[in-house]
């Protein structure tokens, strides 16, 4: 088989320069743009911190003789600054909702066309054994994006309730003029649970999003694990083309992967 390369733009789209080349061939797609990557990291360690602190500050697990109210105090601290860092990493990730490629894109996660639907119910049947492989998708599938929608949205929740609990604690100023309405609107306490309770949310959705992660990376074996470190996914030129069919409306569902041998596969460049 022939190795000439194959580019693709950045979004993902197979330049119609190569649209000749064997389908079979996988090749490098520029998957998960920095900006994503970067936010994801940053709201995965912000979650460890605020989960660590926040637990401590709900039942303070360590008592060191006359220091405990200090460290009380730096733990509130370290809990606070890194609400802050999520909460700007959350508002990169909505920006980049409107501002990213396809795979990033708003339009990806909001379940709009029949493909996605179909995509969805896929997906299910794969996880209730039902399907013997999982559909094939360059980027998330439309079951994972509907639960990343959702996970976004408990996101939202959650620095809203901490923002009205934090104007409490501040008293006056802008967070106070900003955000006291949400403890006048609900009460203290009910505010509290649900930070709390969300947190355990979290906990559980992280469980799911690495199993499920490692599983569709073994599977599919196209570089899902190491996607969210350096952006590229493994992929074939045909899937490429079906989804390209798929975002036109002309199918509704994409082919499995067709894994072509490794010394065949090419080296992807970008428009």
Known sequence: MQRSPLKTRPDGRVARA???QTDARVIPVYVWELPVRLVHWTIFFS???LSVTGYYLHNPFIV???HGGRLLLVMRFIHEVTAF???MAFLVRVYWFFM???????RAFVPLTRAQWVNGLQMLKYYLFLRWRAPSRVGHNSLAALAYLGIYLLMLVQILTGLGLYSRVVGTGIWHALFSWIPNWINVQYLRETHYLIMFMFFGFTI???YSALLVSAEEKNGLM???FNGYKFVSVRLLRQEELIQENVVTEAPP???APESTAATATED
């Not at 990213?100 to 708003?106: E, T």
């Open 64 to 66: 060191v003789g006359s």
């Open 85 to 87: 860092v999520f909460t």
């Open 257 to 259: 992967v067709t894994v």
């Open 47 to 49: 979650i460890v911190i």
């Open 226 to 228: 190491g996607s969210i």
């Open 208 to 210: 799911h999003h690495v």
């Open 18 to 20: 190569d649209a000749e």
């Open 100 to 106: 990213g490629n396809r795979y990033a894109h708003w």
